[in-house]
């Protein structure tokens, strides 16, 4: 299901950032959209491997199919960009200025401490990890299709060793439990 | 007819369908089986206890394999585009998917051209997808947790990943933001808040608040929404009023999850066995 395949034709009921709070546009950024939200996770990477300011954000009103992200990026740097994701292999289907405020995505954590577990909460996804071993045990929250696949493929497996939900995961709740799962690695390094 | 609907976490767009049934610790569906994991396949295996206890027929199940790509998901939207008006269900619980808007509203359009709509129970990706496309109200039951409700309640949110800022400092603030989600008309008719307190509401009414027994590790371990889901939907089959099947539903969660004894490690198929044991207990209350 690409990005533009179902643009809505007519609005939504609520639209984000169409109230008129012109103070967040800024028309020096621009945003990359993809086929789907793993291109999207691999761009990021691409890009923050190679030193680049960008940011995920969700997309504006008018491109919105339901479970989006878009990377936002300074527009004057767009060649380079575009040709850094070329050479990777993750091309945007089209580059668009910002002209209204991208919404945020969450970047607070929960932390909850069961005694021998440590529960980490990012956005609508938690990661529970055992102390002592610091094996995955549990995975909760999320609605999208790939949140019991990768609660397949994490659990049971020690924090170092399993996937990064970054390489398997396709959708926001895949993209909030990679947020979960690198806080965890930062409260255990800590 | 009760139908269960979702993706389980298989590779393969295959839209499969048949009765549900608990098979050697899996569920059958026609002679396909899966594990019984946290999503679809929790809400089904709960949904198929309750049915079995109270000799109801089996429900029948529509499932296709979606790892996160959407194909499958969209091979569900289509199926129930295209069999809703020829199956008729009277009571669909629809739960993990790929949100989509267009599709969705194919769905909606064949539920509401049916002389008599079914009712309709939405959790996860299918909920998401319904508060965005502007048509919950036509929904009658939304079982959401807090971070879900803040996402009800922000009428500008695409999806739980982006609410405004409000998402970790909401507990004491569950009231306002379920008048909120019914201000917006982001509700369906029934709400069913799952937390450290469960909270029943009807138009933005609450009608009952459920908080014993507390079992904090259940906010850790996945699937414990999707058997409440699973649970309204066979309790609304048996014949109970929604606000009833929300309650006993509710309360036997609470009291199966109490039952298995459960660290934050415990897997959801230990607190369905229990099920059946705690609608007895709820039964001798």
Known sequence: ?190 | MLMLVGTVPINGQEVYIGEGNIVNNKIAIGNQVFPINRGTAAMIAAACVVCKEYGLPRPLCVVSGDIGLGEGSAGLYRYLRDYIPRLIPQIMALHYIMPNWYYHDEFIRAVMSLRQKPILIADAGFMYVAKMSGFAPKYDIFTPDLGELTYLADGEAPHPFYTRGFIFHMEDRVEELIKMAYQEENAAQFLLVKGKTDYICRGGEILLKIDEPDIPELEAIGGTGDTITGMIAALVCKGLSKEKALEISAKANRIAGKLACPTPATQIFEIITRIPEALDYIREI
Not at chain 1, 164 to 177: E, I, K, S
Request: proline share 7%; with cysteine; aromatic share 8%.
């Open chain 1, 1 to 190: 299901m690409g990005l533009f395949d179902f643009i809505r034709l007519k609005p939504a009921k609520k639209v984000a950032g169409n109230k008129g709070d012109k103070k967040g546009n800024k028309v020096d950024r621009g945003f990359l959209v993809f086929e789907n939200t793993s291109e999207v996770i691999r761009a990021e990477k691409v890009l923050k491997s190679e030193g680049w300011e960008v940011r995920v954000m969700g997309p504006p009103p008018e491109i919105q199919t339901g479970c989006d992200l878009v990377i936002e990026f300074p527009l004057i740097e767009e060649l380079k960009i575009l040709s850094t994701l070329q050479k990777a292999g993750v091309s945007p289907i089209k580059v668009v200025p910002v002209e209204h405020p991208l919404l945020q995505p969450v970047e607070l954590f929960q932390l909850k401490d069961f005694g021998q577990y440590l529960m980490v909460r990012a956005a609508n996804m938690k990661l529970t990890v055992e102390k002592e071993s610091l094996k995955i045990v549990n995975v909760s929250g999320g609605g999208c299709p790939d949140v019991p696949y990768l609660a397949q493929e994490l659990i049971n497996k020690p924090l170092k060793e399993a996937p990064q939900p970054r390489d398997l995961g396709f959708t926001l709740c895949g993209y909030a439990l990679q947020l979960a799962y690198e806080e965890m690695q930062r409260q255990f390094k800590a």
